[in-house]
């Protein structure tokens, strides 16, 4: 909005005044026309000539005396509305349905498209900002005292088993490893961490890493003592 | 005027659902960072130089006994005493101090290099990732572990003839009124 007294007004601040001498703007829209007529004098001079046009012609109109007889047209009418209620059945006052609150909002694209993105933001940034927990990571399953796992209930219940079989014995788990050699696991029993041994290939710089999951072939198995290297062969 | 107060009453509600919006997800954020991010880690990487091959059944039958192990590695001596080796020297102890979810990188002795970063810290449990790189830049492992806090895990590989080189890193959660 433009706050000089002397420019001219703009077509958008025309419409507004318009608007405003009509009483057809909203709150904000009243709030800002009221500003700028008490802070232009363009915009003064601009309300007047509308009112004092409004009220010409409001003039002009009941100084003209009309030439038809109005009294007529009404009695005519009158008796055709009666005549079809005849056939037709009385007319029906048309209800206007005012729309819930509700229902205004919810109407508006403008709103809903608001909405949407207001929760979708939200929703991004409560995953992102969600601190990661162990039994949200989701490794694959190897089971026993080196395990991964992929819901905290099931690494509490892995715990307890273990804490069972081997006493305070508490698990390293794996979620993946990848690397330029063969891998090892070694745990012994009574210990309370496993070491992850790599072989390295001959020509380890030109041969492909070599990605390994944890999957259920390197399932550590203690009670068994299957795929496991005991304490004594780790080569 | 009731057309205007409606199309205000929008604006405003719009308005304050948004806001209400944002401001939740911003209460989550500090939460997560107050709950883990200001975490700081002490990382003790240990590395070890292991010699003399042990070969046969009868290497690990006998234990501990048999095996050489410095001063600064007797709390590692039972762990160890699994690798088939008979010799263990500390070659290097680097410490490092780094806020959960922060990488950092070390550079090793013999040109390999560690980088970590923990993803979690809690009162037992420790959630950590590593690179450990050879001095050609490949990957000698890649992983994603948890591990016990404060216990050593070990990893290593093979190092010329009939030697290893061996990481030990532990973790502990710097607490203001601990000292090391």
Not at chain 1, 57 to 69: G, M, Q, T
Not at chain 1, 76 to 90: H, K
Not at chain 1, 131 to 156: C, D, M
Request: with cysteine; hydrophobic share 35%.
């Amino acid at each position: 909005m433009k706050g000089s007294q002397s420019k001219e007004l703009s077509e958008k601040q025309q419409l507004l005044l318009s608007s405003y001498v009509d009483n057809e703007c909203s709150f904000f829209s009243r709030f800002f026309a009221e500003r700028l007529v008490k802070t232009s004098e363009e915009a003064q001079r601009f309300v007047n000539n509308l009112k004092n046009t409004s009220q010409a012609c409001k003039a002009h109109i009941a100084s003209n005396d009309p030439s038809v007889d109005l009294w007529d047209r009404i009695a005519q009418r009158l008796d055709g509305e009666e005549r079809a209620a005849v056939y037709l059945g009385q007319r029906k006052p048309v209800v206007d349905p005012t729309p819930s609150l509700m229902e205004k909002l919810l109407s508006r694209q403008a709103v809903i498209g608001g909405l949407s993105g207001a929760a979708v933001a939200a929703t991004v940034l409560v995953f992102v900002a969600r601190p990661s927990k162990p039994g949200e990571i989701l490794p694959v399953y190897t089971g026993g005292p080196v395990a991964a796992h992929n819901s905290s209930a099931f690494h509490q219940a892995a715990l307890n088993n273990n804490t069972q079989a081997f006493g305070n014995q508490s698990a390293m788990e794996v979620d993946w490893m990848r690397g330029n050699g063969s891998f090892k696991i070694i745990q012994n029993p009574t210990d309370k961490s496993a070491i992850i041994w790599v072989r390295k290939r001959p020509f380890a710089s030109s041969a492909p890493p070599q990605a390994i999951k944890a999957t259920p072939t390197i399932r550590v198995l203690n009670e068994q003592g299957l795929d496991v290297l005991p304490p004594r062969t780790a080569k | 005027m009731s057309h205007s107060c409606s199309r205000f009453v929008r604006h405003l509600t719009l308005s304050a659902l948004s806001c209400a919006a944002l401001l939740y997800a911003g209460h989550l954020k500090a939460h997560a960072a107050d709950s883990c991010e200001g975490t700081k880690v002490k990382l003790v990487v240990r590395t070890i130089h292991a010699s003399g091959a042990r070969g046969g059944e009868a290497q690990q039958a006998s234990g501990e006994s048999t095996i050489s192990v410095e001063n600064s590695l007797t709390d590692l001596k039972p762990k160890l005493a699994m690798l088939p080796f008979t010799s263990f020297r500390l070659i290097s102890q680097r410490e490092e101090e780094i806020s959960v979810k922060k990488k950092e990188s070390i550079q090793l002795p013999n040109g390999q290099t560690l980088a970590f970063r923990p993803m979690y810290m809690d009162k037992e449990r420790v959630g950590m990732w590593l690179s450990w790189k050879d001095t050609d830049g490949s990957d000698i492992l890649n992983t994603r572990i948890h591990f016990d806090a404060d216990e050593s895990v070990l990893t290593g590989t093979d190092y010329r003839d009939n030697e290893g080189r061996i990481l030990a890193i532990r973790a502990t959660k710097t607490e203001p009124a601990k000292s090391e």
